[in-house]
Nanobody, 116 residues
Framework: VQLVESGGGLVQAGGSLRLSCAASGSTFSINTMGWYRQAPGKQRELVGSITYGGGVTTYADSVKGRFTISRDKSKFTMYLQMNSLKPEDTAVYYC??????????WGQGTQVTVSS
């Protein structure tokens, strides 16, 4: 499975961005997909995830009510809609996919910068 993120950039606090993660390869084997982020000097953290089949989502408390994860199975693409962005949301955002057998894959990351 190959994952390619897009949609990062610079935005002012209070603004919105939508990230995309396009999957290719053995997409039939994907069980869940997720978004992670890593800020400078901090550990990578889970932002949220979605079950690829049923579309059940989970979110970190820090983004609940502001971020929404969705997927378009016909396009093998997952999205992260980020609203009401805060400077503390600044990070490199990574797409992750976990296969039914447990193998996981990562995208290259996309930078999101929120200015105050």
């Amino acid at each position: 499975v190959q994952l390619v993120e897009s949609g990062g950039g610079l935005v002012q606090a209070g603004g919105s961005l939508r990230l995309s993660c396009a999957a290719s390869g053995s997409t039939f084997s994907i069980n869940t997909m997720g978004w992670y982020r890593q800020a400078p000097g901090k550990q990578r953290e889970l932002v949220g995830s979605i079950t690829y089949g049923g579309g059940v989502t989970t979110y970190a408390d820090s983004v609940k009510g502001r971020f929404t994860i969705s997927r378009d199975k016909s396009k093998f693409t997952m999205y992260l809609q980020m609203n009401s962005l805060k400077p503390e949301d600044t990070a490199v955002y990574y797409c992750n996919a976990v296969e039914i057998m447990g193998y996981d894959y990562w995208g290259q990351g996309t930078q999101v910068t929120v200015s105050s």
